[in-house]
C-alpha cells in the first residue's frame, strides 16, 4: 500500500503543487520545511470470500489495508486544503498497478483535525481503505 500511496500522491500536481516532495512514510524529520505530508498503515485484514479471492495454499487473494494520511501546515486552512487534495488524488482511485502495487480501490473514510503543540502545526488526519492484492 506505501509504495502506490506515495507513487499516487507524488504523480498528482494537486499535492505536489502544495507540497512539493515533501511526502513522508511515518514521520518528517523535526527540521522538516512544512507544509508536508505523511503517511502510514494502521491494519491490514485479508479477504477472504466465496468468489474465488482466496488461493490454493488458503492465502487471500485481497486484503484490506487502512490507512491515514496527515497533511501538515502552520495554517489550520492551508492544512484543509492539502488534505482536500490528497482526498481527490485518493478517493475512488481508478484500479490499477501504482508503484508496483495492484490496487482494487480506495475509500476514503473519514477524518479529523489536531493542533500539535510540540511541532506548532495543524495535522489535518485523513483514512482511507485500501483494497489490494498482498
Do not use: C
Not at 502544495?18 to 503517511?39: F, G, K
Not at 468468489?51 to 497533511?71: H, M, N, P, Q, R
Not at 502495487?101 to 477524518?111: N, V
Request: glycine letters at 6%.
Amino acid at each position: 500500500m506505501e509504495k502506490a500511496l506515495f507513487n499516487i500522491l507524488s504523480n498528482t500536481s494537486g499535492v505536489t503543487d502544495l507540497v512539493s516532495t515533501r511526502i513522508y512514510p511515518e514521520r518528517a524529520d523535526q527540521q522538516e520545511v512544512n507544509p508536508y505530508i505523511t503517511y502510514g498503515r494502521v491494519s491490514t485484514s485479508p479477504q477472504d470470500t466465496k468468489t474465488g479471492f482466496v488461493v490454493a495454499s488458503g492465502v487471500s487473494k485481497l486484503d484490506e489495508v487502512i490507512a491515514d494520511v496527515d497533511s501538515w501546515h502552520k495554517n489550520e486552512i492551508d492544512a484543509k486544503a492539502i488534505a482536500l487534495a490528497v482526498r481527490t488524488a485518493l478517493d475512488r482511485k481508478a484500479a490499477g498497478t501504482y508503484g508496483g502495487e495492484t490496487l482494487d480501490s480506495i475509500q476514503y473514510t473519514g477524518e479529523r483535525t489536531f493542533f500539535d503543540d510540540e511541532a506548532r502545526m495543524y495535522r489535518h488526519s485523513q483514512e482511507f481503505k485500501f483494497r489490494m492484492k498482498p
